[in-house]
């Protein structure tokens, strides 16, 4: 069973909005912080926005007051709302679970999705 399976990519203008999907299995949803991650061409991996099973959430400055993390628990969901896309946010999205707890370092997010992609023009 695939743990994590991303969603909602696609390509996009500057301005316009996204929402990205993740489906988790019950054992990666329920791990204390589920979190979102991008890569751009030739660039690391960077998180974007993190949350944890308590609801509090956290920001990369370059989202903040664009993008917003939730979670439907009734179906194990997390989402990524990204409003007034910028092209500089074109990236490979990728949903990842920690059980230590919310940090930015990819290195405390062992389980990862395969990734979708979102692509921004100017």
């Known amino acids: 069973q695939v743990p994590l399976v991303e969603s909602g990519g696609g390509s996009v203008q500057a301005g316009g909005s996204l929402r990205l999907s993740c489906v988790a299995s019950?054992?990666?949803?329920?791990?204390?912080?589920m979190a979102w991650f991008r890569q751009a061409p030739g660039k690391g991996r960077e998180g974007v926005a993190t949350?944890?099973?308590?609801?509090?959430?956290n920001y990369a400055e370059s989202v903040k007051g664009r993008f917003t993390v939730s979670r439907d628990n009734a179906v194990n969901t997390l989402y990524l709302q990204m409003n007034d896309l910028k092209p500089d946010d074109t990236a490979m999205y990728y949903c990842?679970?920690?059980?230590?707890?919310?940090?930015?370092?990819?290195?405390?997010?062992?389980?990862w999705g395969q990734g979708t992609q979102v692509t921004v023009s100017s």
């Open positions: 019950e054992a990666f949803y329920s791990k204390p912080c």
């Open positions: 949350t944890s099973t308590y609801g509090a959430t």
């Open positions: 990842a679970a920690s059980a230590v707890g919310c940090q930015w370092s990819e290195a405390y997010f062992p389980d």
